[in-house]
């Protein structure tokens, strides 16, 4: 098939590795005994999710008037939070099957950690809904089943119950997609320990052996899967969305929803990999694998995807005022000079303005620059889901309902709990398996590491000098 | 499935080319492959194997379209024969609002039917006893597997071997 190519093929696997020093290097991590930096991580992680337990409990005992919602901001840090924590989990599901379909090899590098992630921030996100449904033992009411009062059925009309079933199908499929990818590389772990750890890698690995067919097949369910969970983590985060378009308050009910928070939720996701992929490969030496070319290109996803949120919330000021409807047009202006006003411009700032330092190659290629761009990045995210959520429920229709709303010390705790469970996961993940596909990796070595000598190969082109021209050529 | 014992000669290769190369000769030998082993997806290995594209994708279609059936109809029985209830003044049958469901099961059927079938067809189950030739597959060897049960013409698969270059020959006694 003929296609276009790019003149110089960046190198995605340095260090001109064998198989055998790609299974070292990637396995290695989950053999040896944990690291200093790993343990003062995990022991704080521990610390936050204790945090996160105590103040679950103290919900659950007291209610949810412990928290500072009230009856006119009745969805406040707790949706903000949810809305955040999905969006990031959505970079897991893009990296993975989006990439996978659109053949983009740097992919591998980063697509078992990213994948991980999107389960672990999806476990968060359940977390604030559930609880902020009060009576959490009734929990599985949103669920429908048979009962006997009835049968009384869920509301299949209502974007609530909508979002349960994106959120469960998402949560479900990305664990099929991510553990079905990780069964090849725990079997390279069984067949490298002995003992009781073979034991327990063989019960989860499945007896995987490597045979033709069943790699034929493999690659059959992957790429389907990849098919099927595109318009699916499109479908997550316009659900999610729905639960405000589909309202009646101004400011939420808008058709533009559904692509803007479905480009802000790729925005914030990738700046949670960029955050983690920075920690990661110094932590666990794996510059090589994921090289500054993987990271230069998650930075320009992120121009890009900021670019957009940026184009949106323009284009929301803009519709706002054009619409000619004073409700919309005070939902806007209130917004931006309202009692939030500071939420507003840190939302704008953080995600709008802060990214657009990526146009510059030498801030996308800097660890520093793109670690802090990245925490800021999440800091805006969560902004703007709290500037949609807070500042619009806080000036309704009615004056004298107008309301302010302080987060308590309760909520915060939940909140920065979440982050602790999160980070909690991902340690004991990199502890037990390969953070890096390893079976991926080296099906792309020949084409994208350190020995391709195709004629697009970055060694042929420094040692030439000259400039190759962009041309279709013969790929196989 | 009874337990039987069996002898296996295989060949470990250093290099996926090596292996298609293998495979070709012994394709063209008429050598009867038990199976080939790798550590990843060694593409182009398929034809040359003999190995017909896989169906499963097939069933994934089949198990999506039971999915949306079921999403769809459920939620029209629920909405106009067992409860109806009006929301906001639409009608029972409310087909719009019944997209994102329906979708949504679609995929849910799709993914799990699929990746099922994949593990059982697959004969891939938590507590399975592990078929390993040589703990080195799922590391930096390719595999070529030759079941020589009750045979004793092993001079021409070793001299296959021989030929195509193999790193090493063993010979293993499995009880698959």
Known sequence: MSQPVAPVRHVLIEGNKTYHQITEDLVSPTERTPTREWIVAFSLSAVFLSLYLFTIVWTVWKGIGEWGANRTINWAWDITNFVWWIGIGHAGTLISAILLLFRQRWRTGVNRAAEAMTIFAVICAGQFPIFHMGRVWLAFFIFPFPNTRGPLWVNFNSPLLWDVFAISTYFSVSLLFWYTGLVPDLATVRDRATGFRRKVYETFSFGWTGAAKHWQRWESLSLVLAGISTPLVLSVHTIVSFDFATSVIPGWHTTIFPPYFVAGAIFSGFAMVQTLMVLTRKVLRLEEYITLNHIESMNKVIVLTGTIVGVAYLTELFIAWYSGYVYEQFAFYNRVTGIYWWAYFGMMFCNVVSPQLFWSRKIRRSIWWTFFLSIVVNIGMWFERFVIIGTTLARDYLPSSWSYYNPTWVEIGIYTGTIGLFFFCYLIFVRVAPVVAIAEVKSILKVAGDQYIGPNARARHAASGEKTSVKAEKED | ?176
């Open chain 2, 1 to 176: 499935m009874a337990e039987k014992s069996r002898k296996v000669l295989f060949g470990l290769y250093n290099d996926e080319e090596d292996l298609k190369t293998a495979v070709k000769t012994a394709m063209k030998d008429h050598l009867d492959i038990m199976d080939v082993y790798s550590p990843f997806p060694v593409h182009g290995l398929d034809p040359i194997l003999g190995l017909k594209e896989s169906r499963l994708h097939i069933l994934g279609f089949v198990y999506g379209s039971i999915g949306a059936m079921f999403g769809f109809l459920f939620m029209t029985w629920v909405f106009t024969t067992d409860w109806p209830i009006v929301f906001g003044g639409k009608p029972f049958w409310s087909v719009p609002a019944f997209i994102p469901i329906t979708f949504e099961m679609t995929i849910l059927f799709a993914a799990w039917g699929m990746t099922l079938t994949f593990y059982t067809i697959c004969g891939m189950w938590p507590g399975v006893s592990t078929k390993t030739l040589d703990n080195r597959i799922t590391d930096d060897k390719f595999c070529i597997a030759f079941d020589v049960t009750g045979s004793n013409d092993q001079d021409n698969l070793n001299r296959f071997f021989k030929q195509t270059g193999a790193a090493e020959v063993n010979l293993k006694t499995v009880n698959w």
